[in-house]
């Protein structure tokens, strides 16, 4: 086994480590701070795989601004150990052992797929910004400017959801 | 910079991380009541099938794959901002963020 390949597999073992952390652990800001770790260690698997644009704009975007809203929402809620409901030991064995079932039948399934097909001559310069960018701007340029589109009405909404009636008596 | 694939980690191999780590989420779906980290699960969730379009994208030398991960992520940063914003509204009325309250359209 080469050094790539410890990479690999210490790079897999890390994501999923941090990812059942996420579910398990009894606080929700322990629960951010370990997603957070997560999504680096997605990070580590894109520029592995040659996508380093692709890299950059997970950290970016995860790690810099759904990770920290979701901090935020908790700070502001005030959530912590104690308020956090809990399930009844039944449930959460329950919950696992169904879980478990769903790897076990989406592997066993993946290993009776046909061998799956690979390019010929592999570029590695398609994560790159300039060829993503290529594409992103001629092929999929009305994808992109309806995407800008959802991202205004999320603003809108968020905004007006998340804004205090006037004559609401203020308790918090 | 300019990494090569890695030697011997085939397509496979990536599937299997990918089913691990969606596998991850829906049992924290399921397992927890905090909304929140519902929320949280279901980016992990889609976080796993990012990482198998990407190597999909990079094994079969095709750019589309890293375009569609890039508009799952722009759809995902929409949903989290709208998906807290009612997070808060509901928290504002029941004084609580987990989910057996929110039980009113169960009948």
Known sequence: MGAEQIIFFFLAAFTVVMASLVVFSKNPVHSVLFLILTMFGIAGHYLSLNAQFLAVVHIIVYAGAIMVLFLFVIMLLNLNKESEPRKTLWWQLGAVIGGGSLMLTLIASFQSTIKLPIAHEIDSNIGLVKPLGKVLFTEYVVPFEISSVLFLAALVGAVLIGQRKQEEPNHS | ?107
Not at chain 2, 1 to 6: A, E, F, P, R, S
Not at chain 2, 18 to 43: D, K, Q, W
């Open chain 2, 1 to 107: 910079m300019q990494l090569l694939l890695i030697p011997g980690i085939t397509q496979e191999h990536y599937l299997w991380l990918s089913a691990i780590l969606f596998s991850i989420g829906v049992t924290g779906v399921l397992i927890r009541r905090n909304a929140i980290i519902l929320l949280m699960c279901i980016e992990l969730m889609l976080n796993a099938v990012n990482l198998l379009f990407a190597a999909f994208s990079t094994y079969l030398s095709d750019s589309n794959g890293q375009i569609f991960v890039f508009f799952i992520m722009v759809v995902a940063a929409a949903e989290a901002a709208v998906g807290l914003a009612i997070l808060i509204l509901t928290y504002r009325n029941s004084r609580t963020t987990e989910v057996t309250y929110w039980d009113k359209l169960k009948w």
